[in-house]
């Protein structure tokens, strides 16, 4: 009998990841801001690495809080401060030390909620529909990056940047509100058994392949997550809702049609496609001349994005001890915040030097690279781990 996946919980959490998609998710304009305000694409990459930095820096805390206390603590006082720094960026007009402040302060509550949603989001779902489970459940942070850039240009086109933190702002307000009511959720640890906690989970070497892609793909995402406002003012090509309408849309129809086929076919028979696929997504980017060619970057890059993530963090859960999976996912989430540590500055740089063609075709070029040393680096990892099981019985 098949499992059921839209229980009460698994909704309620997927509305609530929703909004607060919506509210993270209208920030993909404030590129556009800081650069108003004087910034350089560099130091936007530096102002968006300062949250990364902030964000990275609490999930060691963060994880072991959630598998031993519960994920609903860290998920109501994360949106707690998400309300308050979201309103502080009305405070924002120039580009001293408080714009790094206040997106420190966003930076952490971020990580709270992104780490504490998703892991409660991957508890809800039923073992046998996993990958299924987590790739609709990542719809609701999908359609905020289409809607969110749509509402975005709408709100930028009749008022300014003030009208669009107030927007980001009831979002923020409206997940608090949806998460009040989640029940608890916690691993419960059977007699004799221990976590291996945080840097225990970090370091198990059926993990570590699994780390190295989630870090490349978030790297080379920053490509556009960080940029694609400030390619769209320079190149006047399109518009950021163009892009990601196209990148949404057919990462959700692929979701909700054929969300089933990693778990029948195999999941790597599925995800080296869908790598491929970024891949190209990219290299049209770099060559796009019109905004067709920025429609077809989208397209390519959301019929990636549709099944890299759900296949990693399936493969992800299903090698991290249930007892540590607040830590696994908080590490996980946490690799998202160190891609834009890394990709914001290294591609702003490569963006000042030599233009946004050779940006997008480094990225394109490091995500193929990074697929070739995970497929190696994970059979290796795999058959280490087969051998220490046998060995051990």
């Known amino acids: ?36 305000l ?44 998400n309300v308050v720094f979201v309103l502080l960026y ?35 779902i039923p073992k046998s529909r996993r990958t299924e ?41 409206a997940t608090l509100l949806l998460s009040v009511p989640l029940p608890e959720r916690r ?18 070497r059926d993990l570590l392949p699994i780390w190295w892609m989630i870090g490349s793909f978030s790297t080379v995402l920053t490509g556009y997550f960080v940029f694609i406002r400030r390619y769209v003012d320079d190149t006047g090509l399109g518009s950021v809702g163009l892009f990601f309408t196209a990148y949404v849309t057919v990462a959700i129809l692929e979701r909700i049609f054929f969300g089933w086929l990693p778990d029948r076919v195999g999941r790597m028979r599925v995800l080296y496609p869908s790598l491929a696929a970024l891949v190209v997504g990219f290299l049209v980017l770099a060559g796009a001349g019109s905004w067709v060619g920025v429609a077809i970057a989208g397209a390519f890059c959301g019929a990636g994005h549709g099944f890299v993530f759900p296949i990693l963090t399936a493969l992800l859960v299903d090698r991290a001890p249930d007892t540590d999976r607040g830590s ?3 590490f996980f989430t946490a690799l998202f915040d160190v891609g834009t540590l890394i990709g914001g500055p290294v591609l702003g740089a490569i963006i000042d030097t030599a233009g946004w063609g050779p ?35």
Request: charged share 10%; net charge positive.
């Open 38 to 81: 004087g910034a350089s694409d560099t130091q936007i990459g530096l102002i968006y690495g300062a949250t990364a930095v902030a964000s990275i820096a609490m999930r060691p805390l963060l994880g072991p809080i959630m598998d031993r206390y519960g994920r609903r603590p860290v998920i109501l006082v994360g949106n707690a401060l």
């Open 90 to 124: 009305l405070t924002v007009s120039t580009l001293g030390p408080w714009v790094y402040a206040v997106r420190i302060g966003h930076g952490v509550a971020e990580a709270m909620l992104f780490s504490a949603l998703f892991t409660y989001g991957t508890d809800v």
């Open 187 to 204: 691993p419960k640890l059977k007699p004799g058994e221990s976590p291996l906690g945080f840097w225990g989970v970090v370091a198990k």
């Open 1 to 36: 009998m098949t499992e059921r996946l839209f229980t009460k919980p698994f909704l309620l959490v997927s509305v609530a990841n929703f909004t607060s998609g919506m509210a993270y998710s209208l920030f993909l304009h404030f590129s556009g801001y800081l650069a108003n």
């Open 328 to 330: 696994a996912m908080s």
């Open 359 to 393: 940006m997008y075709v480094t990225a394109g070029a490091a995500l193929g690279v990074a697929a070739v040393i995970f497929s190696r680096w994970d059979r290796w990892a795999m058959g280490k781990e087969a051998s220490v099981v046998s060995v051990g019985g």
């Open 133 to 173: 489970g987590i790739a609709l459940f990542g719809v609701s942070g999908l359609l905020p990056i289409g809607i969110a850039g749509i509402v975005g240009d709408l709100v930028l086109s009749i008022a300014g940047f003030r009208e669009l933190f107030l927007t980001a702002a009831g979002f923020a307000l």
